[in-house]
T-cell receptor, first 113, second 113 residues
Framework: AQSVTQLDSQVPVFEEAPVELRCNYS??????LFWYVQYPNQGLQLLLK??????LVKGINGFEAEFNKSQTSFHLRKPSVHISDTAEYFC???????????FGKGTMLLVSP | DGGITQSPKYLFRKEGQNVTLSCEQN?????MYWYRQDPGQGLRLIYY???????QKGDIAEGYSVSREKKESFPLTVTSAQKNPTAFYLC????????????FGPGTRLTVL
């Protein structure tokens, strides 16, 4: 069975500072990895995904993530955050044999001026 | 505009009543999903359907039921057997392959009084 661990439930950061949101997964097979963002009382929106190829993936709103197979990690980064980045971020893994996603419990990014 | 609609956005019901949440998509996606979101718990899969007239239980199907009579519609019924139904419910759809992203609706917040 797959699982996803998001190591931080909340990450407070000041505006214009860099941020890293951590995600580790466990799976016995190759996986597809996703990061989604959720603004308050809304649905989820895809930030980026890793399917294969280059381990550095660029997404929307200046976010990027790096796939590290040996460490089974897929950390999300942004070099300079804005107030508008305040939201909850979810890491998810999809087993190539299935069309379902397993989500982590989420990390709340709190950006203050 | 293509997308997923969920209605209503807020729903209140008395304990012991069944309630049906609506989900419609016009993306021509084959697969549809229902998730439950509780604070600090991430998203948990209730049911999913990969084709019309077929659906599978997810991780927390007890106390819920679904139908998939049309490609564009996947209603979820929260029955009186669900012990703790108050939650935020999210519907999603995808092309159905493991590498396809899921597109989410805006969610329905159900409160059982």
């Amino acid at each position: 069975a797959q699982s996803v661990t998001q190591l931080d439930s909340q990450v407070p950061v000041f505006e214009e500072a860099p941020v890293e949101l951590r995600c580790n997964y466990s799976s016995s097979v190759s996986v597809y990895l996703f990061w989604y963002v959720q603004y308050p009382n809304q649905g989820l929106q895809l930030l980026l995904k890793y399917l294969s190829g280059s381990t550095l993936v660029k997404g929307i709103n200046g976010f990027e993530a790096e796939f590290n197979k040996s460490q089974t990690s897929f950390h999300l980064r942004k070099p300079s955050v804005h107030i508008s980045d305040t939201a909850e971020y979810f890491c998810a893994v999809s087993d190539p044999g299935y069309s379902t996603l397993t989500f982590g419990k989420g990390t709340m990014l709190l950006v203050s001026p | 505009d293509g997308g997923i609609t969920q209605s209503p956005k807020y729903l209140f019901r008395k304990e012991g009543q069944n309630v049906t949440l609506s989900c419609e998509q016009n993306l021509n996606h084959d697969a549809m999903y229902w998730y439950r979101q509780d604070p600090g718990q991430g998203l948990r899969l209730i049911y999913y359907s990969q084709i019309v007239n077929d659906f599978q239980k997810g991780d927390i199907a007890e106390g819920y039921s679904v139908s998939r009579e049309k490609k564009e519609s996947f209603p979820l019924t929260v029955t009186s057997a669900q012990k703790n139904p108050t939650a935020f419910y999210l519907c999603a759809s995808s092309q159905g392959k493991p590498y396809n992203e899921q597109f989410f609706g805006p969610g329905t917040r159900l409160t059982v009084l």
